[in-house]
């Protein structure tokens, strides 16, 4: 029989996260699309209200434009004298000017061909405007605005300026400008020509542009407000998509922490095909895989704390009786006990060390390529020159395995290798054979390990692999195996993996010829 003990647990991975549809992350496209979208709705607003007040400035040029042309059409036909060099009749013009005009809804100014101001509906208006004063200042702060609306009036008085002297020039001007009263104005510079002759300008301003302005900002807040809301939706979605969730598995992880629970399970956030779906996954598999390995450890334990009970309830037995036996041949049975036991303990102590350190060894160096058959050759050698008064080994490479590559850590494959050797050598005879194959299976390497020992019962092929199960063959050293051989070989399998699997080899009469253990491994693609 062979040295056994128990599979490890095969390592929980995290299930992987379902393909994405779009590339990048699902939440983030959400994050960028909601904040995109409170944008997107403000910029179109602006946009929309911009054509809307570009339009309604131009509507005023043109009607502006449509009444200056037709006022300077009716001075150079009624109020022009003098041939063959024509003027305007100032007195006559500002009579016209009056009546075509309206005050109410503009300000007309006629100018004469040197540019002096001949008319002002201004000064011919029967109307007073009424504006509140503004508050009492001390004098510091008074002069001070003086000095900037006397600026703003300087500043107004040379672009009406400007203005003139381009419709002087025979061009028609249009356009926004400053005021006389510090606000914007449409303005319309109409040349009065006769025959070829500009004889004066008439100038239209239509002064509401600031309450078309303000109507314009007014009609942006449903913009604003919907932005707003939006915004506001987006948060809340947010909040309800993200943050909660994330909340959620906090307290969850904080239950299993506190062990109040083994395993966080949210099984609706699990469904979700986002990051969170993988977040709650990932944490459903972790905390899974940290209760089966807590299981085994505590598992483990208590089988440690078994085996070695036996001998040192054994020892404690030896010492108990050593000082009550007289008989020098049965002091020395009882030493050799003692001596045997303590070969036990010390044997179980070391493989319950390199057990307990598998997993930090297996996970302390990243896998590389390993050549199996130089590994395999190296074993073998070694026990062929070492291994003298035991079983001999042998080492056959089959048809198309020479490059069999597999992805691993050398130092833990070697121990599977060196314990499948060591449990084979153990139960064949001094004069036996213990052959090591390696062959190809598809995409497996395939090594085999086999002794021409006793055999294993049907029944105990998979025991073999629990922990601490030893089941020697009569003659073997008492304590020399721990049980813990084979448990190692196939998490090491495991680890990497593979499969490690034990069976019995039959001769041509269908006796049990030994036992051979088969160990699978992925190879690399070439």
């Known amino acids: 029989m062979a040295s056994a003990t128990g599979t490890g647990n095969p390592e929980a991975r995290p299930p992987a996260g379902r393909p994405r549809r779009f590339p990048g992350s699902r939440l983030g496209r959400l994050i960028l699309g909601l904040n995109l979208l409170s944008l997107a709705i403000v910029v179109a607003g602006a946009l929309v209200l911009n054509e809307l007040r570009r339009g309604l400035v131009n509507a005023r040029i043109d009607s502006l434009t449509t009444q200056g042309e037709l006022i300077a059409s009716i001075l150079d036909q009624a109020a022009t004298i003098g041939e063959p060099e024509p003027r305007m009749d100032a007195a006559l013009a500002a009579e016209l000017l009056q009546t075509l005009s309206n005050p109410e809804a503009q300000r007309a100014r006629l100018f004469d061909g040197d540019g002096r101001v001949v008319a002002d509906s201004e000064w011919m208006a029967d109307r007073v405007d009424a504006s509140d004063l503004p508050p009492a200042v001390a004098r510091p702060t008074a002069e001070a605005e003086t000095r900037e609306v006397g600026n703003r009036n300087v500043a107004a008085r040379q672009a009406l300026a400007r203005e003139v002297a381009t419709a002087l020039s025979g061009e028609v001007w249009s356009g926004l400008r400053r005021g006389d009263h510090g606000g914007r104005v449409v303005s319309v510079s109409i040349p009065i020509r006769h025959v070829r002759a500009v004889l004066g300008v008439v100038t239209l301003e ?51 922490r506190q062990d109040r629970a083994r395993v966080i399970t949210l099984p609706d956030l699990a469904k979700r095909d986002d990051e969170v779906g993988d977040l709650s996954r990932s944490l459903e598999a972790m905390t899974s895989a940290l209760t089966e390995r807590i299981g085994a450890i505590e598992a483990f334990a208590a089988d440690v704390a078994h085996e070695i009970r ?16 007289q008989d020098p041949a049965a002091r020395a049975r009882l030493t050799e006990i003692l001596k045997n036991d303590v070969q036990r303990l010390d044997r179980l102590v070391t493989d319950i060390s390199n057990a307990s350190r598998l997993d930090a060894e297996l996970s302390r160096d990243p896998p590389r390529p390993v050549d199996l058959a130089r590994l395999l050759g190296d074993i073998v050698g070694l026990y062929q020159e070492t291994g003298r008064g035991q079983a001999a080994v042998t080492f056959s490479i089959q048809p198309g395995a020479e490059a069999s590559r597999v992805m691993g850590r050398e130092g833990p494959l070697s121990q599977i290798i060196r314990n499948l050797i060591d449990n084979a050598r153990s139960f064949s005879p001094i004069d036996g054979t213990v052959s090591v194959t390696l062959a190809r299976s598809g995409g497996d390497a395939v090594v085999t390990v ?66 051979v253990f088969t160990l699978n491994l992925p190879v690399l693609a070439a």
């Open 310 to 325: 036996n001998p040192l309830t054994s020892l404690r037995s030896a010492v108990e009786t050593l000082d009550l036996v």
């Open 450 to 515: 086999a002794d021409e020992g006793p055999g294993i019962p049907p029944e105990n092929l998979e025991t073999v692999f629990e922990r601490f199960y030893t089941s020697r063959p009569k003659g073997a050293a008492f304590g020399g195996n721990s049980g813990l051989g084979l448990s190692i070989a196939r998490q090491i399998a495991a680890h990497h993996g593979g499969a490690l699997c034990a069976d019995n080899r039959m001769a041509a009469d269908g006796a049990v010829a030994g036992a």
């Open 206 to 256: 239509a002064r509401d542009v600031d309450q078309i302005i303000a109507a314009e900002r007014r009609a942006l807040i449903p913009f604003v407000l919907i932005a707003m809301m939006a915004t506001l939706g987006s948060s809340l979605l947010l909040n309800s998509l993200v943050a909660q969730p994330v909340s959620r598995m906090a307290r969850a992880a904080d239950r299993v």
